[in-house]
């Protein structure tokens, strides 16, 4: 399994061997998918989970500190959103998760939810209310969009693992400074808790 983070403190919590197959990708949509693609034809891993932060638009009513599990990832523009823009009918706009792999953190107490991902910051707590409207998303992550489709793409099974470290809007990257330390550290213990799960279940079936 190959583990995938924007940047190395959401690597650091993870004990060995899962930090040991940890790489960053990089922070925004075309960096995270020029790296995923990369690494994917170079490490040819057979699942991928990505960790990292989000935030929650305030309808969502997930607190800060919950670990979420992407149900999908829509990306989102935000004139469109505003009615400034459109996005062309032929463009993919919803990238699917491994139903597998998302079941298996569900089961592990993860919170489902459809993860919007988004050129940069929501900053306006107008327009994250906006955002929260459009294709029902609950969380919002900078990376998750191009990591999923450039999973997809290769035919590699994929998760998106977060924390949630503020509320999208005004207060969001003031939230985040303070939060995305010790909610990398609950990612982690989430994420090596299923992993460990697996693997016993693997070994009684044998």
Not at 172 to 179: D, E, I, L, P, T
Request: contains cysteine; aromatic residues 4%; charged residues 15%.
């Amino acid at each position: 399994m190959l583990i995938l983070a924007a940047f190395d403190p959401e690597l650091a919590p993870f004990s060995e061997p899962l930090r040991s197959q940890g790489r960053t990708v990089g922070v925004g949509l075309v960096t995270a998918a020029h790296a995923t693609a990369r690494l994917l034809a170079s490490l040819r891993p057979r699942a991928v989970v990505l960790v990292g932060s989000c935030g929650a638009y305030d309808a969502a009513s997930v607190a800060v500190g919950s670990v979420i599990v992407a149900e999908h990832v829509v990306l989102v523009d935000a004139a469109a959103v505003q009615g400034y823009g459109a996005i062309p009918g032929p463009m993919n706009v919803r990238a699917e998760v491994d139903p597998a792999l998302l079941g298996r953190f569900e089961d592990c107490g993860c919170v489902p939810g459809v993860v919007a991902s988004t050129l940069g910051i929501t900053t306006s707590d107008d327009l994250a209310r906006g955002m929260a409207q459009h294709g029902g998303a609950r969380f919002e992550n900078l990376e998750a969009f191009a990591v999923v489709e450039a999973c997809a793409a290769a035919g590699v099974p994929c998760a998106v693992v977060l924390g949630v470290t503020n509320v999208v809007g005004s207060k969001g990257r003031a939230q985040w400074q303070r939060n995305h330390v010790e909610v990398a550290a609950r990612v982690a213990h989430l994420v090596e808790e299923t992993v460990a799960k697996r693997s016993t279940k693997g070994r009684s079936r044998a």
